[in-house]
């Protein structure tokens, strides 16, 4: 085995490696909350919806339909970071793949 077909072989492995903990923590990431947050945040619109709200429960539910929309916004973004991770690790380990496989196919 060349030096240079070692190196390709040895950050093929990298990659799958490093694919593999991306996926890990995607698997590990907790969709139900978001999903919870999503529920409450409808809820909390249509309570605000209903008419002769009292001023101060209209301001505590808009209070909590604010951090709710906090939660959404930053449990989406973590969850598009941890797709976008996976998604770049696959095109390593392909990039990879493909150079150890055109370094085999020359030295034949």
Known sequence: MSEEERQCQNTKIIAAVALERAKDNLNRFNAADLKFYKLERVELNNR???RGLSEESRNDLTER????????????????????EVSSRREIILDASKALKEIRQKKN
């Open 65 to 84: 339909k604010q951090e709710i929309e906090y939660w959404v916004s930053a449990l989406t973004e973590d969850q598009q970071r941890l797709k976008s």
């Open 48 to 50: 605000l919806k209903a």
